[in-house]
């Protein structure tokens, strides 16, 4: 049986200049699950949703009116505004069962997070989605403990003191309420201060 391909990762990192935080994925599902081109496309993964929620108060913010999609131009809007980048923590990845499950993701090639964080001067945290996310960023960040779920760990880079938060995952696989993970992405958000508390 032939092994499974390496795929490169499909899209470019979204990088605002003035980015404060940087959120890494894992890696986007295969492309037949993509209601756009974008990070976290697929319908039934509940980032921007947990977005909506989050900055909102309305889950459906960033949906395409009368489609099964989100959309990518007030997406793209609203991170430039807010100053949040977006990446993978994985450049090249195998599924192993063919699917979009993280179980079943083998990184093949970690995403550069030099180049990142060079291209985003201002960036002082970064944000995983996920536990695949954030082990493939710890072996980037070898002394950095690793956080609890909606917590943080400092670390030191280059000369940057600098925030890692591990997140619940979007996806549905994830056991936890949808207005559950959004409670812990907005004390993150309103920790970073780019929410003000209402």
Known sequence: MPANPIEHHPLPPF?????????LGSFPPARECWSMEFFYPNWQNDMWRIFGIVFFRD????VENGHKAFCRERIEQFLDEKGIALSDTAAEAIRQRGNASDQFLKV??????????????DCRT???TGQKATDTLL?????????????????????RSMRLYRMPSSSRAYPKPLNEKAALYRDMFLQTGLLSQI
């Open 15 to 23: 990088l605002p200049p003035r980015a404060t935080i940087l959120m």
């Open 108 to 121: 093949a090639r970690p995403v550069d997070l030099s180049s990142l964080l060079t291209q985003l001067p």
């Open 59 to 62: 889950r459906d913010h960033f």
């Open 126 to 128: 970064i944000v995983t």
């Open 139 to 159: 072996s980037l960040l070898p002394d950095t403990p690793e956080p609890p779920i909606g917590g943080f760990s400092p670390f030191l880079w280059q000369d």
